[in-house]
């Protein structure tokens, strides 16, 4: 089986794509059980005019059409950012098994930096966690996106405005 550094560079690769057509650079991948990348996202709701349209939420939507069931029992999701709030709820129904996640959102993180909302027990379903891989890498991308918006005079909507 491959390491988690493994599939977040692919998550990163993604999170590349979207930086390269204007979005904020977060990225995901899923892995089915077996270790082969079912699905891959990256940040789209200003291309996509879709508010949804967050890297994990796209991994998700292709890994679903993929394998042709919207639970993906088994899978991993890797993401580059903290998953919000949106987006956590669709993992939790999507039945992943397990989250790997790469730098912290502290302004709107539903993993750790907000609430942990996997742990609630009113879920019936459990997700594993595990955060901060390739947070550095994660991280640089997001820091060097908003740093060239400021210096263009853009303004960043949202905090991280996905993730």
């Given amino acids: 089986m491959r390491s988690d550094e493994f599939y977040m560079h692919r998550a990163l690769d993604q999170a590349r794509e979207g930086l390269a057509v204007g979005e904020v650079p977060v990225g995901a991948v899923v892995v089915d059980p077996a270790g082969e990348i079912v699905g891959a996202g ?7 005019r879709d508010p949804s349209a967050h890297a994990e939420i796209r991994a998700l939507r ?3 059409e993929r394998l042709g069931n919207y ?3 088994g899978c991993t999701l890797y993401v580059t950012l903290e998953p919000c709030l949106m987006c956590t709820g669709a993992i939790i129904h999507a039945r ?3 989250v790997v996640y790469g730098a912290a959102e502290p302004r709107t993180g539903m993993v ?3 609430a942990n909302l996997f742990a609630q027990p009113w879920h019936n379903h459990r997700v594993a966690v595990e955060g901060g891989v390739l947070a550095a890498r994660a991280s640089r991308l ?4 908003f740093e060239a918006r400021r210096e263009s005079g853009e303004a ?8």
Avoid at 42 to 48: D, L, Q, R
Avoid at 142 to 145: E, G, M, V, Y
Avoid at 156 to 163: C, E, N, R, V
């Fill in 96 to 98: 992943i098994a397990r």
């Fill in 62 to 64: 292709a890994a679903a």
């Fill in 156 to 163: 960043a909507s949202g905090p991280l405005d996905g993730g």
């Fill in 112 to 114: 750790e930096s907000k």
């Fill in 42 to 48: 990256y940040n789209a709701p200003i291309s996509g």
């Fill in 142 to 145: 997001l820091k060097t996106f």
């Fill in 71 to 73: 639970r993906l029992d």
